[in-house]
């Protein structure tokens, strides 16, 4: 089915987060060792990517790198860290032909210097484009960029920046790295897990879920668009009833 054509173009999520898993499975399946899964990977990326400009999408955000991932073993961490340097300095032109913005969240600083260094600079050359902004996550985990946050913000009770009855909702998303950032209304999981696995447990608070069987690596801009229907379909009621929701 063709779920492109049968969008409604004025319905499409704001933003767009995935937790792109199953590279290392989809490579197994393949007889190949897992870095060959997250080339491939890299391919899907591109093709996501280009569909979600393609429908309107203003934010997608992808899960490329979690905290609890620097505990994988050596080599696979040194090969991931070496595909995002050499994908960040080959792409940064595509992202300025298709008028893509690159942000990033997480601990970027834990990363090491050279990747941290042409990331920077791709956000940089890319800051002034209007169209999608690419948000990668990198060395993220929700609970981490948490307790980031809550430090900050007691640093600027403590230094009387803010009093405390001025903490509420708002507050708390300016802190975060996500400050912004529009909360995602779709996340979608590949590879039939069914967790969240520590990404944006604040942001996701009313988020559509979406879980699909099919690895990264075999995930393409049809299956962005399929998802995205299956979003279109649902009603979201935020605590009302389906009746408050009609009328
Ligand atoms: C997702 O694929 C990519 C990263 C977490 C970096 P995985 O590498 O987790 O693949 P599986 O889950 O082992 O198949
Ligand atoms: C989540 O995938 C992190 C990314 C996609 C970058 P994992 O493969 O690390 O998640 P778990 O450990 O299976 O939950
Ligand atoms: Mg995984």
């Not at 600027?156 to 912004?180: F, G, M, P």
Request: with cysteine; glycine share 4%; aromatic share 8%.
């Amino acid at each position: 089915m063709d779920f492109k054509s049968q969008l409604n173009i004025k319905e499409v999520p704001n933003h767009i987060a995935i937790i792109m898993d199953g590279n290392g499975r989809w490579a197994k399946s393949h007889n190949k060792p897992r870095v060959f899964g997250h080339k491939k990977g890299v391919l899907s990326v591109r093709n996501v990517v280009e569909g979600a400009g393609e429908i309107g999408v203003k934010f997608l955000t992808l899960y490329a790198f979690s905290t609890e991932n620097w505990n994988r073993p050596k080599v696979e961490v040194a090969a991931l860290m070496q595909l995002l340097v050499a994908t960040i300095s080959s792409e940064v032109s595509s992202l300025n032909k298709n008028n893509v913005r690159l942000l990033t969240i997480g601990d970027l600083k834990s990363l090491p210097g050279n990747c941290e260094r042409e990331l920077e600079k791709a956000k940089e050359k890319t800051k002034n484009n209007t169209g999608l902004s690419l948000v990668l996550a990198l060395s993220y985990s929700s609970k981490s960029e948490i307790v980031r946050a809550v430090k900050k913000i007691a640093t600027s009770v403590r230094d009387k920046q803010i009093e405390i009855d001025s903490i509420d909702n708002d507050l708390i998303n300016d802190y975060l790295d996500t400050a912004d950032i529009p909360s995602p209304e779709l996340l979608i999981r590949t590879s039939g897990e069914y967790r969240l696995s520590n990404f944006l447990l604040w942001q996701i608070a009313y988020s559509e879920l979406y879980f699909t069987n099919k690895y990264w690596p075999d995930f393409t801009k049809e299956d962005l668009f399929e998802a995205v229907f299956d979003y279109q379909n649902r009603e979201r009621r935020f605590g009302l009833t389906s009746e408050q929701i009609k009328n």
